[in-house]
Structures are given as structure tokens and as C-alpha cells.
């Protein structure tokens, strides 16, 4: 006889920025981009580290999908838990698309100055995250 816990269910996923944990829930899955592309993380999937990209995280939790926009960062999956180290996490439903975009075009205009290798990379930074958010609060919004 087999039976099946909800721990097996369901793995812990906890996001922390540099100024806090933002995130820790119990979820069914979490799907985000890492730099080999899209993966979707499964309770008691291998053990990985990898690059997080910016982009829309999603997360299964108690039956119902919940959207974020990340930055970039690390993943650090194992069979029951995934933790993200990440620049920035923020839920769809608490981006400000204006902030967002005014983001973006400050970022735009900043590459079309001269900038030093070390701008370039923090002003490159500052626009992922951006459109980031800009994607996830586009794509929700309805």
C-alpha cells in the first residue's frame, strides 16, 4: 500500500531579494527562465543550481496560479524545496506599469549615451527588469 503525503505534493519555494525574503509558500510547481530557457520545477525534481533570467515566474499554489516578475539572480532546486536570490520580485498585481515604463525609457535613453562597460551592464540590468515587470502586468492584465 502506497501513500502519498502532501509534502510529496508540493515542494517550498522561497524567494529572497537583497533586502528580504519575499516569498516562501508551499507550491505545486514553479515555472521561470533560467539561461537554457523555460523549465518547469516539479516536486521531488533533481537537484540543480542555475542563472535565473528576468522574466514572468509562475507559481501553482493551493490550485491557483500566481505571476511574477523577476530579475535575474540564481535557482537553487532541490527534491523539495526551490530557493531564488534574486535583484527583484514583485507579484503582477502589485506592478506599476507607468513606474515600469518610465523605468524603461530612462533605461532606453541611458544606452544611447556614452557609458562606461560597468554602466552599460547596470543600465542593461535596470532595463531587463523593467520589461520584465512590463511583460508579466501586460500579459495579466485583462
Do not use: C
Not at 533560467?34 to 509562475?58: A, C, D, F, N, S
Not at 532541490?78 to 514583485?90: F, H, K, P, Q, Y
Request: hydrophobic residues 45%.
Amino acid at each position: 500500500m502506497r501513500i502519498r503525503s502532501d509534502m510529496a505534493n508540493t515542494l517550498k519555494l522561497e524567494i529572497v531579494t537583497p533586502t528580504a525574503l519575499v516569498y516562501s509558500k508551499d507550491a505545486e510547481f514553479v515555472t521561470l527562465q533560467g539561461v537554457e530557457g523555460q523549465m518547469t520545477i516539479l516536486p521531488q525534481h533533481v537537484g540543480l543550481t542555475t542563472q535565473l533570467v528576468p522574466g514572468e515566474m509562475v507559481v501553482r499554489s493551493g490550485g491557483q496560479d500566481e505571476f511574477l516578475a523577476v530579475g535575474g539572480g540564481l535557482v537553487q532546486v532541490t527534491g523539495e524545496r526551490v530557493a531564488v536570490l534574486t535583484d527583484m520580485a514583485v507579484a503582477a498585481e502589485s506592478i506599476d506599469e507607468a513606474r515600469a515604463e518610465e523605468a524603461r525609457q530612462r533605461a532606453a535613453a541611458r544606452l544611447r549615451e556614452k557609458l562606461s562597460s560597468e554602466e552599460v551592464a547596470s543600465v542593461n540590468a535596470s532595463l531587463a527588469r523593467s520589461l520584465a515587470q512590463l511583460q508579466v502586468k501586460r500579459r495579466r492584465r485583462k
